[in-house]
């Protein structure tokens, strides 16, 4: 059954360093798609990053890039230079198959930056 | 371009009444799902929505329902509300609705609360 995992319920980092957030997801279709999205205290889910099942290479969007590992069907996301906007959840989420805006979503993981 | 909008923004019901919720998407885009966010279940699928019909719904009662007018902007319903109802409900709003678009935008969510 799909499914997505983030195992890391809170996350510290300090401003200006990198940070990875870890996504495993299960899914048995060949056409899929990984998603990364903010939700910052005001609730909105904010878009960072998209990686297709079909892409070659990782996705890159700014400071926020995605370590694509198709074998191992983890979706990581890595967030340079952190800065104290960061602060926010983050939630890994998963489109299976074509045909659907389905998105199925992870448990989210807290990130905090501190000074 | 005018971001997904939903009405209201907050929500204080009595348990037993219903609700109903608006969700208008971008202009143009056809595509419209709905999503329930509690701290324990997390953020679940409620439905979707495409050109006025719904394509797939999740695994909520029959309490839950939806619809899509003419014009893209949907509402949700839920009808004799329980405690466990109170949830922040999100929708995401997409352009082509095929499955091969990678943006979902999502609105600001409506918190609801029953008492």
């Known amino acids: 059954a799909q499914k997505i995992t983030q195992t890391q319920p809170g996350m510290f980092v300090q401003e200006k360093e990198a940070v990875t957030l870890d996504c495993t997801y299960d899914?048995?279709?060949?056409?899929?798609?990984l998603f990364w999205y903010k939700q910052p205290s005001s609730g909105e889910m904010i878009f960072l990053i998209y990686?297709?099942?079909?892409?070659?290479q990782n996705a890159t969007e700014g400071r926020y890039s995605l370590n694509f590992q198709k074998a191992r069907k983890s979706a990581n996301l890595v967030i340079s230079a952190s800065q104290l906007g960061d602060s926010a959840m983050y939630f890994c989420?998963?489109?299976?198959?074509?045909?659907?805006?389905?998105?199925?979503f992870g448990t989210g993981t807290r990130l905090q930056v501190f000074p | 371009k005018a971001g997904v909008t939903q009405t209201p923004r907050y929500l204080i019901k009595t348990r037993g009444q219903q609700v109903t919720l608006s969700c208008s998407p971008i202009?143009?885009?056809?595509?419209v799902s709905w999503y329930q966010q509690t701290p324990g279940q997390g953020l679940q699928f409620l439905f979707e929505?495409?050109?006025?019909?719904?394509?797939n719904k999740g695994n909520f009662p029959g309490r839950f329902s939806g619809r899509q007018f003419s014009n893209s902007r949907s509402e949700m319903n839920v009808s004799t509300l329980e405690l466990g109802d109170s949830a922040l409900y999100l929708c995401?709003?997409?352009?082509?609705?095929?499955?091969?678009?990678?943006?979902?935008?999502f609105g600001s969510g409506t918190r609801l609360t029953v008492v």
């Open positions: 995401a709003s997409s352009s082509s609705g095929q499955g091969y678009n990678y943006g979902y935008t």
């Open positions: 990686q297709g099942s079909y892409d070659q």
């Open positions: 989420a998963m489109r299976e198959g074509r045909g659907t805006d389905k998105l199925i």
């Open positions: 202009s143009g885009h056809r595509s």
């Open positions: 899914t048995s279709d060949p056409s899929y798609g």
């Open positions: 929505y495409f050109s006025e019909t719904q394509r």
